[in-house]
């Protein structure tokens, strides 16, 4: 299913197909993301929500099919040149992936450092956006000894401190109070008001639609079933259809 | 490189105990290897000391006739390495030995016949090789009427050959301690590694190449190696002050020759290969976990 025809989408997926060992977790999946936009991609468990993000930043390859970030075909990435597309990339996982035994400031600069960036400017970047990110106060502290919430505000300031054009988030508020969970999504919010593209995997969209305006899009049992515009003002039953439009009061 | 310094030092105070018996293993290696060395070092000198004598005597038989002395003697005179040729007769040869043994020949006055052969002692260039001066005795003791050719350090040669032997199984069990380092080294880059698996998987996702992730583990090999060679050859170096003075005794006394601690040379060579050793292991555990 080919959503949108924009020409310029920085990411586009042409019926890719995942299997793991003869199962599918996704089928046929089509569509186009233009720059600057905010996708939720929602469904229950197992829907392939997090294979999608994975194809994407290839941690997984794709069984079928083909993706397209900004014009560069996935499937003709060699694999000494992964690093550099990941660079691009920014990215959220529910669990943080943080390194436990580094401080938030050495996990942050992490990201810069692979790119080889000079060491003043790393300290410079990180303490910009560890104070974005409101993490500025524990930028020496050991991230096991920080809440959910602060952990992943760390995630975030390391997905955004390479100025990446995309985002990708699974699942950032999965084990996040409301509080911090809101907080996190401010912070990805900030950023696509910048300009950067993110994607969002979660099964909580009633949480983020009220905060961001954006595309739905609906995958179950691997397949896309419906792909909606959302903003914060209107408030979508399953299917995407508006249950609750107090712009129409 | 200062980041990969820091991170591998870091990755050794935070493996304290696995980095420790991996520098212990390599010490004890390096210094099983330098042990052998040192003693074949001051073996080899000792031997150096003595040296192949370039002085042989060709017996004769008892059918040999004067007449035949300048044939025999521009035989051998012309074989490459012979710088002179003396010939001794049998008489001489007595008054020689009565001469030697002064007072206590009073039963050679018993001996009807003088029982001593004609010889002809020669003077061999030696160039400190046995090999040569033996090849020399082998093709002197082919000509027609020599009985036998006596070279005082025959012995000498044969030990030589012993020593030889001696030395290449101390290469081979130096080998084989090396190579047990090796795979202790290789053993513990991989328990760190899996230790480190989560993490070294979160610097892919943040775009690390795989070199960003190697360094600090190549650089970890490197100081395992360095400072196990240093421990042991400093281990060594211990025992030689400790019990040199007394060996270095004894065996002057004995061999007229005096113990070293190994050469600036040896001491590198085998630091360098300490340090290499911790690399190498490094280098190969990684080339097959990151494949």
Known sequence: ?????????????????????????????????????????????????????????????VSDGQILINGMNLSRIVPAR????????GMVFQDFKLIPTLTVFDNVALALEVAGRKPAAIKKKVMHVLRITGMEEKAHVLPPTLSGGEQQRVAVARAVVGDPEIILADEPTGSLDQVSARRVLEILLAYHKKGVTILVASHHLRQLETVVTGRSIVLEKGRLTSAVHLDPYRVRDKRGAICHDPLSE | MIRCLNKSL???????????????TISLSI????????????????????GPEGRAMVYLMPEFSITMRPGLESAIQDMEG???????????????????????????????????????EIQIQTRGDFGQVEDLVEKIESLPMVESVEYGRKWLARFLHLFHLFRLTGYVMGALFLLIAFFITAS?????????RSEVEIMRLVGATD???????????????????????????????????GISQSMGDLFHADIRF??????????????????????????????
């Open chain 1, 1 to 61: 299913m080919n959503l949108d025809t924009g020409k310029h989408a920085i990411i586009r997926l042409f019926n890719v197909t995942k299997h793991y060992g003869g199962k599918p977790a996704l089928q046929n999946v089509s569509m186009d993301i233009l720059p600057g936009e905010f996708v939720f991609i929602s469904g229950p468990s197992g829907a392939g929500k997090s294979t999608l993000l994975k194809v994407l930043y290839l941690a997984e390859t």
């Open chain 2, 188 to 196: 513990t880059v991989r328990l760190v590694f899996h230790a480190r």
């Open chain 2, 10 to 24: 870091a990755d050794i105070r935070s493996n304290r105990f696995l980095n420790l018996i991996t520098m212990v």
């Open chain 2, 31 to 50: 210094l099983v290897v330098s042990l052998f060395l040192l003693f074949f070092e001051n073996l080899g000198r000792i031997m150096d000391s003595w």
């Open chain 2, 211 to 245: 070199r960003f992730i190697k360094l600090p583990f190549y650089m970890t090999g490197l100081i395992q190696g360095g400072v196990g060679g240093i421990l042991g050859l400093l281990i060594l170096y211990i025992a030689y002050l400790v019990m040199g003075s």
């Open chain 2, 82 to 120: 012979i710088t002179r040729v003396t010939f001794v007769s049998k008489e001489q040869a007595l008054a020689r030995l009565k001469k030697e043994m002064a007072g206590s020949t009073h039963f050679l006055d018993t001996v009807k016949e003088n029982p001593l052969p004609h010889a002809l």
């Open chain 2, 262 to 291: 190994l050469s600036f040379g040896a001491m590198a060579g085998l630091w360098a290969a300490s340090t290499f050793l911790g690399w190498f292991g490094c280098y190969l555990s990684l080339k097959r976990l990151l494949r």
């Open chain 1, 82 to 89: 992964l690093p550099f597309l990941r660079r691009r990339f």
